[in-house]
């Protein structure tokens, strides 16, 4: 199975219902060429993992599940092009049966490729870009029909299509550099206090390939879940974490308390291959809690001390409608639509219990702390920041809505959330 089921009427977590009048998956790209030249509005949409109404149109919602399956590797550039549709779990597995891999994985596997790129989805890590770092190439149809190729080494606006949010064109084959195979640890420890957490940042960040901090904000009881690099001689690349005065679990472990271990990829040390460690989840199974809703937001390496803080000022006001909270960080980089753009980023998430409104209270409170620190909100999960904060923050947002306007003159791909937080109207 490579493709998505993305011809259902609502999101995956069921708190958007999509208004599109129309819901097609053309099987060739002559035929979405003909329907995309033939709409006043429509989206793409991946597997509908978002938790914001970015991918809702009033027109045609377009899968690209269903077009023909491409993955083409070239060992020689260290790349591999496939279909825009083909879930990252499928990707992996077939790029490590034939040695390859990708730097880096979200926390779940079953997303599509096109859709994790558009949204700068990411997974942890200091030197380790989002996932749209990897992309070199996108093949696109864009407003009036036609196809065609973006290139990093080529087009010197290649920086503005990659995080395009689904408002450039319908992607239809993604193209991203590959390193050779490689092998991860996992571990999980408990025990990690505020003060060490606050105190030992950047150490604590340092101290694997990935690193997230699991944490409900209560002062005592946050935990790392470390994922170090097996190298080809067997040794890992990681400093020791327990100096951080943290306990190794010795039972596997689930990011979300009291959910079943089962859904999670290979714990207590044992070595796999990166795509069954990088993402906390198993292909195959539920993602995270599976009856949730979540948040995120970016802020600068610089200002992450002081943000984590707050949140846990107002830990007993939010815990209420959490579940649990994750700490990650993400390599700068130079997509125009990044959170991690121009600057080093540790981003705070929030997975919230299903109750809309008291994540609309919890998103208010945690948004209020954050302000001084221009976060970025994740552009697929909840937030309710104006667009005027978010704007600001985004230095090449003027160059993307020229490159949009140029693109898809007559606004096709446009829909109410880009206008209510890019100003694409
Ligand atoms: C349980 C769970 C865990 C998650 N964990 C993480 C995580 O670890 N890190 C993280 O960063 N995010 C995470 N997310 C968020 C998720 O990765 C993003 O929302 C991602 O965009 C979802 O990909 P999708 O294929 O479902 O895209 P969709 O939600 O279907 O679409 C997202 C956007 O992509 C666009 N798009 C889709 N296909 C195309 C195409 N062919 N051409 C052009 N544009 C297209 C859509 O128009 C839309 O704007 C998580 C979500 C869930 C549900």
New binding site residues.
Partial sequence: MQG?D?LEGS???GNVVFGAIRRVAPCSVEGLQEIVAACDRA?????????SP??DTAGTLIS?ARLPAVLRIDAGAREVTVS??TRYGYLAGELHARGWALPNL???PH??V???C??????SGDRNG?LATSVVALD?VTANGELVTVRRDVDGDFAGHVV???AL????TVTLAIVPTFHVRQHVYRGLTRVTLLERLDEIFAAAYSVSVFTCWRPESSRLWVKQRVEPTGETTAAPVENFGVRALEQPDHPVPGADPVHTTGQLGVPGPWHERLPHFRMGFT??SGDEL?S?YFVSRDDARAAIERIFHIGDQIRPALQVSELRTIAADDLWLSPAYGRDAVSLHFTWRPDEAAVARAVAAVERQLAPFQPRP?W??VFALPAASIRATYPRLGDFLALADRRDPTGVFRNTFLASTVGLR
């Fill in positions: 998505s993305s999101n995956w977590a989206r793409p949409v991946g597997t509908r993992h978002s938790f970015i991918a690209t825009a549709g979200g926390s779940l997303i599509s096109a859709g994790g558009a949204t700068a989805t990411h997974g989002n696109l395009a949010l689904g064109g319908v992607v239809v993602p995270s979540q995120e994740h697929g999960k």
